[in-house]
């Protein structure tokens, strides 16, 4: 294979299917062809990259043609809703050479991310073009505002209780709130693979408890010996697993940002159609949220701030979007954060770094309310009761419609599909994580 290679498409979606899967069996056998990754010359990466190239503008081609057939068949017509990596397992399956296989994911998982073929770049494209379809791209928006099925099988179990751990996240219901403390303290709050199921799950159960009015988001007391003993809201992405390979594009950059962060935001969809008549005459159930920040909240932590309806901050704690020194895109961040700040302080905030203390004169651009560290207990108690009225949740319910339509959410998540799957892989990036886990 060179990259010269073109498919000649025809138009009928079997016969391109079969183009395609040749032409990514050829850009197999010439990978196959070339020594591991780490041990290859700059002549034969070159080489790789030439063959991962033509192979993928020619997914993008295929997928600009037939997106939408590809989308109806994994989804019976739309009959069916899988979630994000068993719609890419079923596309591996029916469309051979569209995104890489299971076996060569699991490969790929073994291995450090600086070691990596960068095969979810793939998965990237796939997901850009289903998101940009407008009749493909809603209805798996859609599929993943629906409980996740861990949720569904322990939501009972909360409504009896009222008290559950939920691996790193503990859900506690009292007088009408659902409190979530994350608890990863070792690591400060920083999000994984692990707790984005946990933190999905935490969320799905409080937006399912009809006797839960509130939901409430606060980071534990750490064991990290720089912060043991405090509170931390977020440390943002873990760098140590991502630099280790251990972040995943769909359980976590994707799943993150159209699960338990939109559902925060979007409200939950529901999961059957009795809790659609439930629900009547509005289609998602909606809860407004507060967030309590203390010390800092860092990359995902203050990406997450952006949705909340009530932000509280202790005197002492900070916010910051490292986006360009991580080198990711910070998930949402660039379409939410200059409704909060304006242009220029996202700008400043986004490229450049720069914090915003909760002591600062820009601080009531992004906390709605600031406390000392000892009276945050009895401040969240009292935010909790003023939002705990029916019509907050009317009037959110509003305001987010006008000011992130579905619509428009989708069309950055399109972006964001393909971006952050090349940023995930960028040798920049790859550089600043190894450095950044290894001081840590």
Known sequence: MTAAARPVWSGSPDDDARTLAELAEA?????AGLPFKPERSAEQQQLADRVHRACRRAREGFLARHAEHVYATLTDGLRARPRLTELAQGAADRFPGL???????AAERELPQAAKEGRE?????????????PVAGP????????PCPRALGLAEQFRVTGSLRVGAVQVERREGAAYLTVDNPSCLNAEDNALIDDMETAVDLALLDERVKVGVLRGGVMSHPRYAGRRVFSAGINLRHLHEGRISYTDFLLRRELGY?????RGLAPAD?????????HRRAHKPWVAAVDTFAIGGGAQLLLVFDHVLAAADSWFSLPAAQEGIVPGAGNLRLGRHTGSRLA????????KVRACSPQAPLLFDEVVEPEAMDSALEAAVRRLGSPAVEANRRILHAVEEPDEAFRAYMAEFALEQALRLYGADVIAKVGRRAGAS
Do not use: C, M, N
């Open 273 to 281: 159609e009795a809790a659609e008549a439930a629900l009547w005459p």
């Open 139 to 146: 209805h798996l928006q859609e599929t993943l505002l629906r």
């Open 261 to 265: 962060i939109s559902k925060i935001y």
């Open 27 to 31: 850009g197999e056998k010439a990978l």
């Open 99 to 105: 995104v890489p296989t299971a076996a060569e994911l």
């Open 121 to 133: 770049i793939d998965q990237g494209l796939f997901f850009a073009a289903v998101l940009r379809s």
């Open 347 to 354: 700008r400043r905030i986004l490229l450049s770094g720069a």
